[in-house]
């Protein structure tokens, strides 16, 4: 009902920024949040930006105050604008869409919906 594709990763120095993308097609308007994770080597995926429909946003502690996440107005393009980034940040990133339960938009099994994924590699 819904493809995703994330865009935007690459490799940058400590400090750096980068901006992720995801498209969005099909039936979004079904679903009421989309949600940035992300996936070191050998930890568990971890929920970091969702965005509502009434565009309120939740961060993880991790990302607060350098992630930001955005949407245009029919939910096809979700940005994630990422500053000051350290190595901690590497990882794949995804993008997923669902309805989460109530205070569970970081949580990864309330998604059903996600994109391949993008990988971001940040030195030192």
């Known amino acids: 009902q819904v493809q995703l594709v994330e865009s935007g990763g690459g490799s940058v120095q400590a400090g750096g920024s980068l901006r992720l993308s995801c498209a969005a097609s099909?039936?979004?308007?079904?679903?009421?949040?989309v949600t940035w994770f992300r996936q070191a080597p050998g930890k568990e995926r971890e929920g970091i930006a969702a965005?509502?429909?009434?565009?309120?946003?939740r961060y993880a502690d991790s990302v607060a105050g350098r992630f930001t996440i955005s949407q245009d107005n029919d939910k096809h393009m979700i940005t994630l604008e990422m500053n000051s980034l350290k190595p901690e940040d590497t990882g794949m990133y995804y993008c997923?869409?669902?309805?989460?339960?109530?205070?569970?938009?970081?949580?990864?099994?309330?998604?059903?919906?996600w994109g391949p994924g993008t990988q971001v590699t940040v030195s030192p």
């Open positions: 997923a869409i669902d309805n989460p339960g109530p205070g569970a938009h970081l949580s990864p099994p309330e998604y059903r919906y």
């Open positions: 099909g039936k979004t308007y079904l679903y009421n949040t």
């Open positions: 965005i509502g429909n009434d565009n309120r946003r």
